[in-house]
């Protein structure tokens, strides 16, 4: 199995900072890496495919980057909306996939 | 506009079987790998079955094999997920989610999950 270490577990930051969080997998995974963003009481919500490509309708202050085992969510000019939970998650073993423990990011 | 509507949860006793159902519209199911993932609790995510469009490729979570069986019927454009011998630690909230592409593209898992339900729950308790 993949496992997957996301980092810091929590954040906290202010409006207009830029933050980022950390996916390292216990495996190479090429670029088979996504990353997802949850509120409170609402399904997951796709960011970012493939390491680094922006999911159509994604604002573009979110981005991806890495390959292999490391990889980062990058979120410039916090907004008020974008506190909430992220996820990242492997589709490299395909049938089988794993997720993240998360990152909750909180205003300060 | 695609929808993806989960049914089925409850509250179960310890060893007890349950079925839950997604009910889709607004896409070409059959063209379509899906999955389930769950959420307990104040927990994070964990992705648990995933199935592919004919049905030829199915995985399961370590802590659900043996015990869950994911399945479909694109006729009734509906996905299923039958679970025997529940415990306590499947108490969740079960999401069905569908991949970005269809079977038309290689290795469509690649893109992610791009549309969800908003999940049924359940609670698995004596």
């Known amino acids: 199995d993949i496992q997957m270490t996301q980092s810091p577990s929590s954040l906290s930051a202010s409006v207009g900072d830029r933050v980022t969080i950390t996916c390292r997998t216990s495996q190479s995974i090429s670029t088979y890496l996504n990353w997802y963003q949850q509120k409170p009481g609402k399904a997951p919500k796709l960011l970012i495919y493939?390491?680094?490509n922006l999911q159509s309708g994604a604002p573009a202050r979110f981005s991806g980057r890495g390959s292999g085992t490391d990889f980062t969510l990058t979120i410039s000019n916090l907004q008020p909306e974008d506190f909430a939970t992220y996820y990242c998650?492997?589709?490299?073993?395909?049938?089988?996939?794993?997720f993240g423990r998360g990152t909750k990011l909180e205003i300060k | 506009e695609v929808h993806l509507v989960e049914s089925g949860g409850g509250l179960v006793q310890p060893g007890r079987s349950l079925r839950l159902s997604c009910a889709v519209s607004g896409f070409f199911f059959e063209d379509y790998g899906m999955h389930w993932v769950r959420q307990a609790p104040g927990k994070g995510l964990e992705w648990v079955s995933s199935?592919?469009?004919?049905?030829?490729?199915?995985g399961y979570a370590d802590s659900v094999k043996g015990r869950f069986t994911i399945s479909r019927d694109n006729a009734e454009k509906s996905l299923y997920l039958q679970m025997n011998s529940l415990r306590p630690e499947d108490t969740a909230l079960y999401y069905c989610?569908?991949?970005?592409?269809?079977?038309?593209?290689?290795?469509?898992?690649?893109?992610?999950?791009?549309?969800w339900g908003q999940g049924t729950t359940v609670t698995v308790t004596s």
């Open positions: 989610a569908k991949e970005t592409y269809s079977n038309s593209v290689r290795d469509s898992f690649y893109y992610g999950l791009d549309v």
């Open positions: 998650q492997q589709s490299y073993n395909t049938p089988r996939s794993s």
């Open positions: 199935i592919s469009w004919n049905s030829a490729t199915i």
């Open positions: 493939g390491a680094s």
